[in-house]
């Protein structure tokens, strides 16, 4: 290993921890976006709790359920299933995207007041 | 030993073996479910034949036998979305690499990280784009480290391979 090895290495891990920090501190969002192919097609609120469909519902794309304010993609006839595997989201601008069917679930909105920003 | 010095003929015999070493390690791969709890991680095991050939011949090679390895990877084992991200991924990781060996600073450590990290970051920008939603961005921080570890990993190996290939192999 050379000198700028670990200059390389340390501007690596620093940069990474700078996006990590400028990510974290989310809040709890309170409604879920659905895209397909770029276009919205369904706002639900995280309090409604079920299980909704992305297709015919007997033979679905795509499933998802909501409970306790998290969403979850249960079912997906993609052939990689990471939108499946991917853990339940519920803070404000995650995401759980399926690239296959082009569909994306956003996290928007969120619980506290939105004027914090520009008190004093 | 100088495989530069090659002629044609038998550049291209050894060329295609190394195409057929990285596809058979894209193909092992496949086979282990490493799960590291996020979804699109791999170890990049085929990367370490391209860093070698990168070493052993040029740029030039590295970048042929890296883009035959993805479309025949991808038709095999993938599909076209797979391969349009690997193409973008391996190609611009690829530069990264030949600039980091360019420069002469850094040793091969620094090289396959440069590589794993634009390899994911190219591969994030991509998808930033597919979706057309730069919200994704969430990722970047795991990917850059992923890339990082698994950039190590592949130096690791490939400098055991070119230690052994300069000591053994005559050609």
């Known amino acids: 290993m050379k000198r700028y090895d670990f200059y390389l290495a340390g501007a690596v891990i620093l940069i990474a921890l700078a996006w990590f920090l400028l990510n974290v501190n989310k809040e709890q969002g ?3 976006c659905v895209y397909i192919n770029n276009t919205l097609v369904n706002t639900l609120s995280l309090s409604d709790d079920g299980e909704y469909f992305i297709g015919d519902k007997d033979m679905p794309i795509i499933s998802y359920t ?3 304010g998290k969403l979850d993609v249960k079912y997906s006839d993609c052939p990689d299933k990471l939108c499946v595997h991917q853990k339940a989201i519920s803070k ?3 995401s759980i995207v399926c690239l296959p069917n082009k569909v994306m679930f956003l996290i928007e909105g969120s619980v506290s007041n939105e004027f914090d920003a520009i008190g004093y | 030993m100088n495989l530069m010095q090659l002629d044609i003929s038998k550049k291209t015999a050894y060329l295609g073996l190394f195409t057929v070493l990285a596809l ?3 193909y092992l791969e496949t086979l282990i479910p490493l799960n590291f709890g996020i979804p699109g991680i791999k170890l990049g095991l ?3 034949v391209i860093l070698c050939l990168l070493f052993l011949f040029s740029f030039k090679e590295a970048l042929i036998v890296n883009i035959a390895r993805i479309l025949l990877s991808g038709f095999l084992f993938g599909n076209m979305y797979g391969i349009l991200y690997s193409l973008a991924g391996g190609i611009v990781s690829m530069l ?4 980091a060996k360019r420069c002469k600073l850094f040793s091969i450590y620094g090289i396959s990280i440069a590589g794993g990290v634009f390899h994911n970051i190219t591969q994030l920008v991509v998808a930033a784009f597919v979706i057309n939603n730069l919200k994704i961005s969430m990722y970047g921080p795991v990917l850059i480290i992923s890339g990082f570890v698994t950039g190590l990993i592949v130096a690791y190996i490939s400098k055991f391979i070119l230690k052994s290939v300069e000591t053994y192999v005559r050609l």
């Open chain 1, 66 to 68: 909501i409970s306790n």
């Open chain 1, 92 to 94: 404000s601008s995650e």
């Open chain 2, 24 to 26: 058979a390690f894209s």
């Open chain 2, 46 to 48: 085929s990367n370490t």
């Open chain 1, 30 to 32: 309170t409604k879920v």
């Open chain 2, 96 to 99: 990264a690499m030949w600039l």
